[in-house]
């Protein structure tokens, strides 16, 4: 049976989340439905364990940070809930479920409340797309980056891999259990300055998205307490790197000119 379950597969985005009502529907039978169908299987799993002299296999739920909606920052994980998608609402109900199984069923469960999460194969296109991967798929095609509204808002960027890192260490961490903790950098970026890095000459506005949060930043004093965790890689360094590898694979303009 299974040791650790990490379970990742979700309507994970905001926007969907508010453009079309059925979405609603989506969202809850995904991230909430989904979710018990995980712990259910967690607990089944667990029972067999426990029957064969094992220790019941441990799940790590990844949460989001709208969580904490258009709240003062740094948000710590006593501040109150401020939902205000259907996106957020089945997170937070998926968060919910998970840390009950832990409480009522001995499932040893503990959720992650994930920042922006960035880094290789990021969603680059359409809905589910992150403005990291945005603004890179622009870069490569030679087109300009489009920046919504004035750039102001931000965001608390955190590469993948500590992510990954931080998923491995919930699991690993006794004191995790029960528990529900901020992944973050503690540092924030805006959007301006992401745009900036990646195209910093090239460069249009367009309205601002409707619902969208001002800002997130974590506090991650809870995550090096109880995890040991400290976010290791630095959001300028990846995205100078990734900008050289974008500027390698970009695709000739009209005329032969890059």
Do not use: W
């Not at 009502?21 to 989904?34: A, S, T, W």
């Not at 969580?67 to 998608?85: A, C, D, M, R, W």
């Not at 001995?106 to 990021?122: I, N």
């Not at 992150?130 to 102001?152: A, H, K």
């Amino acid at each position: 049976g299974a040791h650790f379950v990490f379970p990742l597969a979700a309507m994970s985005k905001v926007e969907p989340s508010l453009s079309d009502p059925e979405m609603v529907r989506f969202c809850l039978d995904v991230n909430v439905g989904g979710t018990e169908n995980v712990m259910r299987a967690a607990l089944a799993a667990s029972k067999e364990r426990s029957n064969e002299g094992d220790a019941p296999a441990r799940v790590v739920y990844a949460a989001s940070s709208t969580h904490y909606g258009n709240q003062p920052v740094p948000f710590t994980e006593s501040k109150p809930e401020l939902l205000t998608s259907p996106y957020a609402h089945s997170k937070r109900s998926g968060e919910a479920v998970a840390l009950l199984y832990d409480a009522l069923h001995g499932v040893p469960a503990t959720s992650l409340r994930l920042f922006m999460v960035y880094g290789e194969r990021q969603p680059s296109e359409g809905a589910y797309a992150v403005v990291t991967g945005t603004f890179l798929r622009r870069l490569e095609n030679g087109e300009p980056v489009t920046i919504e509204g004035d750039g102001s808002h931000f965001r608390d960027f955190v590469h993948v891999s500590d992510v990954a890192r931080a998923f491995v260490l919930a699991a690993q961490t006794d004191a995790a259990r029960g528990a529900a903790i901020n992944v973050g950098t503690g540092r924030s970026v805006s959007v301006k300055q992401v745009a900036d890095i990646v195209s910093p000459q090239s460069q249009t506005n367009a309205p601002a998205r409707a619902n969208d949060l001002k800002g997130t930043l974590a506090d991650t004093c809870l995550a090096k307490r109880v995890l040991g965790f400290e976010a290791k890689r630095d959001f300028r360094r990846e995205m100078r790197l990734a900008v050289e590898a974008a500027k390698r694979k970009t695709k000739p303009r009209e005329g032969g000119a890059k």
